[in-house]
């Protein structure tokens, strides 16, 4: 029998080419291969102890059943306290919602904000979905090169020369996927002007705030109070599993969000929502914190290394836990580097395809969530990769 | 400052009504009025213990890391298992995927299926939320007029009747929300040929299959098989806060439906597709089928005394928990109905304007999801509350 046609953004939307890659590397693991995985943008860290065992509480008590769609009001306000004690930032709870992860609320911005036929702003490199985000509501992406010149961040001025009458939004990351770089205070208030003046929204995604290196990542709700700001508890919560994110939207917003929310998801996932109440307290945070040293030791312990092995690493990323090499002085073609590199050295890594479309060829995302040791196998492997081809 | 204006599908979805009416049963009791609730579609049973347990193991063994986006797979399996066992159906694992609640998966069915402008067939009444996901991707909710003369459910003749060359899809509910009805076999069987002889999709909502109280209602699977059916762990297997469902779709359209996920979701909630592995041990299952025996009870006792305080509720609705009452007997405007019996009587339900278009006014969604005893109550203040009106 013949099916229907699917629609066009069905043929749009690609699949990530490092699935290709996952499963050839479980294959060889099968075959009794031993891999380092270095494609994986998931803490390897389980989730918190203090975390885990708060779910465990919220089953054993019963808190099984939906909750209001713009989420848990404790919760709700324990994200702004967090905001308050963190950031110094009084965010009204009632702008704060509670979604099934990130994923959820960058659904819910783009539905808010962008019709079908505008066109939203999304710096490239980035973070493969955010353009589906925008297919699924038949939006178009428009992919604005970023690179080194600007940290891979999108500036007001790369912004303004890209936005035309047909902009709905620019959407934005900091820490940013896969380059771990920053936008600084000065984007962010310009990006705000320059949405204010052109009338578009601003969306920002800060899943990887609170993984930083450096010096402490402006905060966009403080530089520009009316964005639409993407959480989440995944990576600095390392609570990737339970999906589980937040959004913080203007006040005036807030009700759309919600009936957003109410029709898309009825609700977030309720025991994550209990679980998450514990990421606040004192002894939670203190995990997070020597996670975040972890990350740190391992990326000033990665960094270097790739730069001595050839690898082109532009400034220093400060945040999330990528780093995002230019290989050109390596090879012709990325993707099938990281093909041989795991046939013949057991090394994963993600190819640029997923993340540019400006030169995917020449860009590989190493990431650093996996422990020093096994890092240090991975850069052996990779010299002796390198000293074999060469 | 001045916010960016909305996307038109921000003004299209409309909120529930009902959370009007929600909202002022809380502040009733924030006063100390007692509520009788009629009006939630949420089993009022937690979770079965064996499956909340489950879940508490799958915590404490760290089962809290990312899955593959198409879902666990001994989930999947189990899923098949269950269709075999419980169907006497042969479905490939391969064609289940598991989604964060049947929200995901109505998410990815539409997303599959229709273009914007396109339109999808919905029956009215229907299930609100339905309406918003067609909107969601600006394709067009065409509401077919369905009646008790077809168990209000959208029969072949009137789906051909109501298709042009823009229909990308039907999607109808059996059991129904919120008339309870089921579609036959006929049914099914003449909506699969009219969507092959028209080229268009069929979606299946069967998240109340299971909960049904006379003959087993027909499986689309058997009757449609390449239906994409949506159905989800929340009501019969009464795990409503945990977010968690599937879909079952046509062979050649589950790599469409993953990368879908993998852009969309990452993946549904670890914890809970852990749990769910224990809904189908004999232990849960004898549990689920003691509550459905409830259900059962609790239909048979408010459906003929509803009847006789004069609500008309046409031929014996055989599933889920609802019972869709014409009301224009006794009243002219159902919702001011439903706001005056909540004020004067402290009785909770649902209004006909959140469910239809063609007649609102005239109808009003019980939902049976709290006990005899309490029913028994609801019903003695309802007769107080109509011979007090009339």
Redesign the interface.
């Known amino acids: ?10 043929h749009r ?4 080419h490092v ?1 290709a890659l996952l499963a050839r590397a479980r294959e060889l693991e099968a075959h009794g291969r031993d891999i380092v995985h270095m494609e994986i943008g ?1 803490p390897d860290f ?2 918190a102890e203090p975390v ?1 065992i708060a ?2 509480q919220a ?2 008590q ?6 209001p769609a713009a989420g848990l009001p404790a919760l709700r306000a324990a994200i702004a306290g967090h905001y308050r004690s963190r950031y110094g930032l009084a965010i009204d709870p009632g702008r704060i919602l509670i979604t ?2 990130a ?2 609320a960058l ?1 819910v911005a783009l ?6 036929g505008r066109n939203v702003l999304l710096p490239d490199p980035g973070y ?2 955010n353009r ?2 925008v297919e ?3 939006a178009v992406p428009r992919a604005v090169r970023v690179d080194a010149g600007t940290d891979y961040q999108l500036t007001p001025g790369l912004a303004a020369d890209a936005c035309d009458d047909r902009t ?2 620019m959407l934005v990351g900091s820490p940013g996927n896969p380059t771990g770089t920053l936008a600084s205070a000065a984007d962010l208030q310009g990006l705000a002007a320059l ?2 003046r052109r ?3 601003l969306i920002v995604d800060e899943i990887y705030h609170g993984l930083h290196y450096g010096a402490d990542p402006a905060q966009a709700l403080e530089h520009a109070p ?1 964005a639409t700001v993407v959480n989440s508890f995944s990576k600095y919560f ?6 589980l994110g937040w959004m913080v939207v ?1 006040r ?2 807030a ?2 969000a ?3 929310m ?11 929502q209990y679980a998450a109440l514990a990421c606040f307290d004192e002894k939670a945070l203190e995990i997070f914190e020597s996670r975040r040293a972890a990350f740190r030791q391992r990326r000033d312990f990665l960094l270097p290394a790739l730069r001595s092995l050839g690898f082109h690493i532009p400034g220093d990323p400060a945040g999330a836990f990528y780093l995002y090499a230019d290989v050109s002085s390596l090879c012709d073609d990325s993707f099938a580097f990281a093909e041989d590199l795991l046939e013949q050295a057991g090394v994963a890594v993600t190819p640029g395809l997923d993340f540019e479309r400006t030169a995917p060829q020449r860009h590989l995302r190493f990431a650093y969530t996996t422990d020093t040791s096994r890092l240090a196998e991975a850069l052996e492997r990779i010299r002796g990769f390198l000293a074999a081809g060469s």
């Not at 019963?62 to 909750?67: A, I, K, N, Q």
């Not at 539905?111 to 079908?116: E, F, V």
Request: charged letters at 15%; glycine letters at 10%; hydrophobic letters at 40%.
């Open positions: 029998m013949t099916l229907p046609t699917l629609s066009a953004r069905s939307i690609q699949p990530f699935m998931e389980p989730t885990r779910g465990e089953l054993t019963g808190h099984t059943g939906y909750l099934p992860g994923s959820g659904v539905a808010m904000l962008a019709d079908p493969p979905c589906n985000f699924l509501v038949d709905a939004a949405a204010q009338h578009i929204g009316d390392g609570m990737t599993g339970w999906r203007p005036d917003w009700p759309v919600e009936k957003l109410q029709n898309l998801f009825i609700s977030a996932s309720t025991p994550a």
